[in-house]
């Protein structure tokens, strides 16, 4: 009545009597949900590779340590090394 299309009539959402159908809220829904899982599963992903990334490092970092304590490299080397893995 006071908005074209949306009004009595089955246009747009609007159900025979204005009331909203259902049935055509069911697809937005799907929709909506599939964005918000979406957006979920990116956040997600980023957080573990970040994970990842820090996992590797270390285990890079506890290695050189163990190197160097065995006396495999010298001092300069393991502090060179170390530098370049932390940049």
Same mark, same amino acid.
């Not at 949306?6 to 799907?30: K, S």
């Not at 929709?31 to 994970?51: D, G, P, Q, S």
């Given at each position: 009545?006071?908005?074209?299309?949306?009004?009595?009539?089955?246009?747009?959402?609007?159900?025979?009597?204005?009331?909203?159908?259902?049935?055509?809220?069911?697809?937005?829904? @799907? /929709?909506? =949900?599939?964005?918000?899982?979406?957006?979920?599963?990116?956040?997600?992903?980023?957080? +573990?590779?970040?994970? !990842?990334?820090?996992?590797?490092?270390?285990?890079? @970092? /506890?290695? =050189?340590?163990?190197?160097?304590?065995?006396?495999?490299?010298?001092?300069?080397?393991? +502090?060179?090394?170390? !530098?370049?893995?932390?940049?």
């Amino acid at each position: 009545m006071f908005c074209n299309g949306f009004g009595a009539g089955g246009n747009g959402f609007a159900g025979p009597y204005g009331e909203p159908n259902f049935f055509m809220m069911i697809p937005m829904m @799907i /929709i909506l =949900l599939m964005v918000v899982y979406l957006i979920f599963k990116t956040v997600n992903n980023k957080n +573990l590779n970040y994970a !990842n990334a820090n996992t590797s490092l270390s285990k890079a @970092i /506890i290695i =050189l340590d163990e190197r160097f304590a065995k006396g495999e490299i010298n001092e300069e080397e393991y +502090l060179a090394k170390k !530098n370049q893995l932390q940049r």
